[in-house]
């Protein structure tokens, strides 16, 4: 039997601000994640950065059963490009709209 | 299940809110870290290398728990720390800008003090004491790592409920 793929969206804070659509960025942070993880867990997590809500709220789309590995690899990444930068994982749901609704109740833009 | 952490500076009740903690105690402000008991401010917490500053520490009424620095582990001080019922605090923060080798050999340490912390009973804590807002974890990152890096099942022990 064949199943759908499932996955699981990470609303992910950062402590200043970021610019996900800035490709350097998000390759920066996926390298981050892939060395905390390890190439192997990084190719089945099927991680992607998927939005960004205001200047420093994202979401990470992550295959269902990795996203504790991401938010622990989160974690530890505390330096990219240069800077100091942390990354809070809020809320984890598997749908982004609920993330979205989550996200506006927060009343953070 | 509500969430309390500890770090070295005041953090915004909206951020630690957003965290999933009820509340971050401020160090300086809602609690003292001091190297030895100093009776001037309380509650505090003592931290030191030396078991025998950590002992007497336990003895004293306005001591609400102990760090042992460098993750510095004596059986005497857990079993002294169960016995007056005051908490051992096991900072994570010193985990997350260390090599991948040092911090799996602080991790071992750490895994030690909350082993012996639950053999013999005393209550043990896992706290951020970020000293800076990006060394922060949220409640979900911290439940994370107490079951990625301590297999403890339980974790309402390591880090539920009022730390002070």
Known sequence: MITRAKSRYVLVESSGSVNVTDASFSNALLDSIRGEIGSLEYAKAGIRIVSGLGDRFFVIKVNRGYENGVMIALSFVKNMQGRKIGFYTLKTSGAIKKLVLFFNGLGVS | ?164
């Open chain 2, 1 to 164: 299940m509500v969430y309390f952490d500890l770090a070295s500076f005041e953090v915004d009740g909206k951020l630690s809110r957003r965290l999933g903690y009820k509340k971050i105690y401020a160090a300086g402000k809602d609690v003292w870290i001091f190297e030895r008991p100093d009776n001037r401010h309380v509650p505090q917490i003592v931290i030191s290398k030396d078991p025998g500053v950590l002992f007497s520490a336990l003895r004293s009424r306005d001591v609400k728990g102990i760090i042992f620095r460098d993750n510095e582990f004596a059986k005497r001080v857990a079993k002294k720390a169960a016995e007056s019922g005051k908490t051992i605090f096991v900072p994570l923060a010193q985990l997350l800008e260390v090599s991948e080798r040092e911090r799996s050999s602080r991790a071992g340490r750490m895994r030690k003090i909350i082993m012996y912390a639950h053999k013999f009973k005393a209550p043990v804590r896992l706290v951020s004491l970020a000293e800076q807002p990006y060394q922060l974890l949220s409640a979900a990152q911290m439940a994370g790592l107490a079951d990625f890096m301590f297999r403890k099942s339980d974790k309402q022990d390591l880090f539920g409920g009022d730390i002070l």
